[in-house]
């Protein structure tokens, strides 16, 4: 019989298992801080803020300082991917933008009059010139950036040099540049008072030399160079339509209290006159009546001649100086009629005739007027009104209310008082019709539905959820499939290694070593499989070892 010793039937010695047992926790203890520290990680990433944008569109030295403002607030910030805004939590957005204000950040990187602070002795006469219209510029680009529908304006200033020439002297031009807010627009009214506080901080400079242009190229002050003669003013839009409300709410205040203010609705419509005109006129009228003439003056001339009076005379020379002709008339006259026989005596002892004229110039005054009148604008041309009444609701024969049309008495009635309420002018041509109609009801305004998934609040929520819910399901996978495992392997003790023979070989005889001891029944797999692989080796390395003892088994059998 070989001899028989205890042995225990390992792969390594005693002190070589509990170096393994030792690093296998502490491998384990590592990945576990490591899940841990994953599963952390993540969940810090799933509660990380929503950052918004705190500023934008900055220059670099106002970047400079509200990152420094930020720092010393301890608000956390980040860049967005172009760098052209600051992006800070969405909780204190409102409260560091305050702060920053407070501050006076952003500067929008204007410089205004405090660059003459900063003037070097012996500067030249230039460059002082040059700081004077920077800062002029800058000055004017803050009062702009007041206006609250301007995000940034950018101001030029061409000041030309002074002359002591009258005709080489120039009038200063401005130029502005507007960067509007977004959705936001200036009316003629807000671009002229731009114009004018250009115009009126700037010596010399004129409101027709200002150019104003906003961020998309539109010339904005181009309305204020053209004749406003063919546009309506918005002063004057807003006339004709605070007139037309006024007449239309004259209207359903007289008639409210006839048929209830829920009954009665009144629209006008007035032709308003903004022609400004000057009208002279001078106007003559015939005399009316002899009394009541006036004579302005008064001529008369009167002359008489003498016939047998007249002295020859001629042009002096010799055709006047030669004697008279012989007479030729007749010595015997003939014997005159017996009618003219009385006459001839008579016209003897006639004198002779004169000849007299007068003339007389009478001038009387002649009526004359001359009138000016100057129409004021606003008058109106025409006025239009509507009304339309409701149904009268009364009680019918069951005790029931139920509409009836207006009678004509009533209907006459509303008419009169709504002509008297609206200045009812019939020369004018001025018109008003009154409709008695059942109202219908407050239908409801069927709007389309939006569905859940597109409504905003909706998505908002569905992706904080969602990142809610990714958080855990991957914190649950990391504890399932890495850290429950760990943690088992870390909790449960150690089995001891199964007791198995060990084989010797002796140089004269073979040894046989068995497992002394009562046999373990509790071997693991793992175990099996190490003792399992150390007997195949042994086999191969020593099969006469492993003859003899397969022979001392089949001995002792027997």
């Known amino acids: 019989m070989a001899a028989v010793t205890d042995a225990t039937f390992s792969n390594s010695p005693p002190g070589g298992m509990f170096s393994s047992a030792l690093g296998n926790r502490l491998l384990l203890g590592v990945g576990i801080a490591a899940v841990i520290a994953v599963m952390s990680a993540f969940w810090l990433w799933s509660q990380q803020p929503d950052y918004r944008v705190l500023f934008s569109n900055f220059s670099d030295k106002d970047g400079g300082a509200i990152v420094g403002a930020l720092e010393r607030m301890n608000v956390p910030y980040k860049f967005s991917e172009g760098g052209s805004a600051i992006l800070v939590p969405a909780a204190q957005v409102h409260q560091a933008r305050l702060r920053l204000a407070a501050e006076g950040l952003p500067k929008g990187g204007n410089v205004g009059f405090e660059i003459m602070e900063q003037q070097k002795f012996g500067v030249s006469q230039f460059l002082e010139q040059v700081n004077f219209q920077r800062a002029l510029e800058g000055e004017l680009e803050r009062s ?113 209290p006839i048929v209830g203010a829920e009954n009665v609705r009144a629209e006008a419509s007035a032709d308003v006159d903004f022609a400004n005109v000057e009208q002279a006129a001078e106007i003559y009228k015939p005399n009316q009546t002899p009394d009541s003439t006036v004579i302005r003056s008064q001529q008369s001339s009167e002359s008489a001649t003498v016939p047998g009076n007249n002295l020859n005379g001629g042009v002096p020379g010799a055709l006047s100086n030669q004697p008279p002709a012989e007479a030729s008339a007749p010595l015997v006259q003939p014997a005159p009629a017996e009618g003219a026989a009385t006459a001839a005596p008579a016209a003897a002892n006639t004198p002779p005739l004169m000849n007299t004229q007068k003339n007389a110039t009478t001038n009387y005054e002649v009526d004359k007027t001359v009138r000016y009148s100057q129409q004021a604008m606003g008058g109106i041309k025409r006025l239009t009104v509507a009304v339309v009444v409701n149904f009268k609701r009364e009680a ?39 409709v008695n109609s059942s109202f219908a009801g407050n239908l409801p305004v069927l709007e389309p539905e939006v569905p859940l998934w597109k409504q905003p609040q909706n998505i908002a929520m569905g992706m904080e959820v969602l990142k809610l819910l990714a958080g855990v399901l991957v914190m649950l996978m990391l504890y399932l499939r890495l850290l429950k495992p760990m943690l088992r392997k870390l909790v449960t003790p150690a089995l001891p290694a199964p007791a198995a023979p060990a084989l010797a070989d002796d140089s004269e005889n073979p040894v046989l070593l068995e497992a002394s001891g009562p046999a373990t029944p509790a071997i693991t797999q793992r175990g099996y499989v190490q003792n399992l692989e150390t007997a195949k080796s042994i086999a191969k390395d020593n099969p006469k070892m492993v003859a003899n003892v397969v022979t001392n088994w089949v001995s002792n059998n027997d």
């Open 396 to 434: 019918g024969k069951d005790g029931k209310l139920q509409d009836r049309p207006l009678s004509d008495a009533e209907k006459t009635q509303i008419a009169d008082l709504a002509r008297q309420a609206m200045g009812y002018n019939e020369a004018r041509g001025d018109t008003l019709t009154v």
């Open 144 to 256: 702009v950036q007041s206006i609250a529908a301007v995000q940034n304006a950018r101001i030029h200033l061409a000041i030309p040099k002074s002359s002591v020439f009258v005709r080489d002297q120039q009038k200063p031009t401005a130029s502005v540049l507007l960067n509007l807010q977004p959705g936001r627009t200036l009316d003629a009214q807000q671009v002229s008072a731009v114009v004018h506080l250009l115009a009126s901080s700037v010596p010399e400079l004129t409101a027709a030399n200002v150019t104003v242009v906003d961020q998309n190229g539109n010339l904005l002050s181009d309305s204020g160079r053209q004749d406003k003669t063919n546009k309506l003013d918005p002063n004057q839009i807003k006339y004709v339509e605070a007139l037309q409300q006024s007449i239309a709410r004259r209207v359903e205040s007289i008639i409210s």
